[in-house]
């Protein structure tokens, strides 16, 4: 059955229409609402910049970083005239650094062409911006009727209309897209599409959501069923590979190594310590690390690494990370490391690194009092 009768047979078998469904998430959104900056202002920057922020991030932690990022850059000139580093490092912690990346080079472009750009095509042409944010940015700055389909969205349409077709599928993408935008109240897009994300953050959650106190139970297809639990349906699991590094912060006197990680993964222009990456763990790799140390220490025979802290694991989205960390002291008069530049160690705070490093610094720099 195409989607839009399925629609129209379960919405009339109900005895609801669409209007009142966004109705019941307005209601619903006027007394549970958040008080978040970014609803206070119909300036598409600031749209944008939250948006961004709340792409992989809570709002807990988002929150914070916004505040922070716009009183730094507070419109996209500003934004376009810093240098990536700083961006970065204002970014730091965020995680997902290619956003950021995107957001600056973004925000060169529009301030090239000399305003935000007006129309959903032309932010949709934005770099980083997909079709959800597009739709969050217009909605939200112009009151366009376009509906926003995230990871909330999916999870209330899945359950309130039983649709177990799976989220990642072209097909399960293109039928959500469709029920979303006949269930959209288009005379009130900023405030429906709020209403329906505040819904799936606060109420109809992941897991265990508060079905009974549910303004909308009473027509969800998923409780009536006991689904709720099961839906969405996802077809494909993420992969998730394992990676092994070895951190070695090297200290001559007052100074340290650092470098910026090129390559195309998630902490590209982030910054590092020495780093040697072997493919399984030391205990069943340390000839080839110890050879591998050799070759970026060539100067020195005598290599006593003190080990800070062992076996950290740190997960992202597709890859778990296996993480040592070492420190090494070498004579001050050394100074020069292939591939890596010195820097004084009270100004380390200054480059943007990711959560992992910054983990490994702490535990350096803070017994001794510095900064970080």
């Known amino acids: 059955m195409a989607l839009c009768a399925f629609l129209a ?3 009339h078998k109900n005895r609801i229409i669409m209007a009142e469904f966004a109705d019941i998430l307005i209601r619903w959104y006027d007394e549970n609402k958040r008080d978040l900056p970014w609803r206070n202002t119909k300036d598409p920057y600031r749209i944008w910049i939250s948006e961004i922020i709340l792409q992989q991030t809570r709002v807990a ?13 507070p419109d996209v000139f500003s934004l376009a005239e810093a240098e990536e580093d700083e961006v970065m490092k204002y970014w730091q912690g965020l995680g997902y650094y290619s956003r950021a990346r995107n957001l600056h080079a973004a925000a060169r472009s529009v301030a090239e ?11 949709l042409a934005m770099k980083g911006v997909g079709e959800y ?24 349409l899945s359950r309130w209309l039983g649709m ?3 989220i990642d599928s072209t ?28 819904f799936g953050a606060l109420q109809c959650t992941p897991s265990s959501p508060d079905c009974q106190a549910c303004p909308l139970a009473d027509s969800c297809v998923a409780l009536a069923q006991g689904k709720v639990d099961i839906l969405p349906v ?17 200290r001559t006197g007052e100074y340290t190594f650092i470098r910026k990680r090129t390559g195309n993964d998630i902490w590209k222009n982030l910054y590092e310590p020495v780093l040697i990456e072997t493919e399984s763990d030391l205990t069943e790799n340390a000839e080839a690390f110890a050879e591998k140390l050799h070759d970026v220490l060539k100067k020195h025979a005598d290599i006593f690494l003190k080990p800070v802290k062992l076996g950290v694991k740190h997960v992202l989205s597709h890859r778990v990370i296996h993480a040592n960390f070492y420190e090494l002291v070498l004579p001050e008069d050394f100074d020069a490391l292939e591939g890596y530049q010195k820097v004084p160690i009270e100004e380390l705070h200054k480059f943007a690194v990711s959560n992992l490093v910054y983990q490994f610094f702490s535990l350096i720099l803070e017994p001794n009092n510095q900064k970080m």
Not at 61 to 73: A, K
Not at 133 to 156: L, Q
Request: proline share 4%; glycine share 6%.
């Open 133 to 156: 944010t597009a739709a969050a940015i217009c909605s939200f700055a112009y009151d366009m009727p376009k509906a926003v389909v995230d990871g909330n969205v999916y999870r209330i």
């Open 164 to 166: 177990d077709i799976p």
């Open 171 to 198: 097909q399960g993408k293109k039928q959500f897209a469709q029920a979303a935008e006949e269930l959209l109240d288009k005379t009130r897009p900023a405030l429906y599409n709020q209403a329906i994300m505040d």
């Open 234 to 250: 996802k077809q494909h699991k993420t992969k998730v590979s394992n990676r092994f590094f070895n951190y070695i912060y090297v």
């Open 113 to 123: 062409a000399g305003s935000f750009p007006s129309t959903y095509e032309g932010v």
């Open 9 to 11: 047979l379960f919405l």
């Open 61 to 73: 932690q988002g929150y914070d970083y916004y505040i922070r990022f716009v009183r730094r850059f």
